[in-house]
């Protein structure tokens, strides 16, 4: 299993942007679709986004599509989630899933992302 470490996570004002980071420990990201997950205080994890491994497809949830961007660099071998124009009920821990050869096709399923990191909070507040 690829291990991953999110970071960029921390307190926001509401309209305001965060970019949160997504890398594996060892491996090349590039071979795996990545999904962006959260959880809300007393929630069920939801998907956030996803990117898949092969053309760069994206996939939003209705929530978030045309405030965040989910980008990746395959030669920092990090993904990105830019988070723009905030709103407090995106406050939750945020974590990125990897999935191996992954298309995006079964995002938001969490069941076929093989790999987690272990999470960062994100908090939308005056």
């Known amino acids: 299993q690829v291990q991953l470490v999110e970071s960029g996570g921390g307190l926001v004002q509401p309209g305001g942007s965060l970019t949160l980071s997504c890398a594996p420990s060892?491996?090349?990201?590039?071979?795996?679709?990545v999904g962006w997950f959260r959880q809300a205080p007393g929630k069920e994890r939801e998907g956030v986004s996803c990117?898949?491994?092969?053309?760069?497809?994206?996939r939003y949830d209705d929530s978030v599509k045309d405030r965040f961007t989910i980008s990746r660099d395959n030669e920092k071998n990090t993904v990105y989630l830019q988070m723009n124009s905030l709103k407090p009920e995106d406050t939750a821990v945020y974590y990125c899933?990897?999935?191996?050869?992954?298309?995006?096709?079964?995002?938001?399923?969490?069941?076929?992302?093989?790999?987690w990191g272990q999470g960062t909070r994100v908090t939308v507040s005056s």
């Open positions: 990117i898949s491994s092969t053309d760069g497809t994206t």
């Open positions: 060892r491996w090349t990201l590039g071979y795996y679709a």
């Open positions: 899933a990897a999935d191996l050869w992954g298309d995006c096709s079964t995002w938001p399923q969490a069941s076929e992302f093989e790999s």
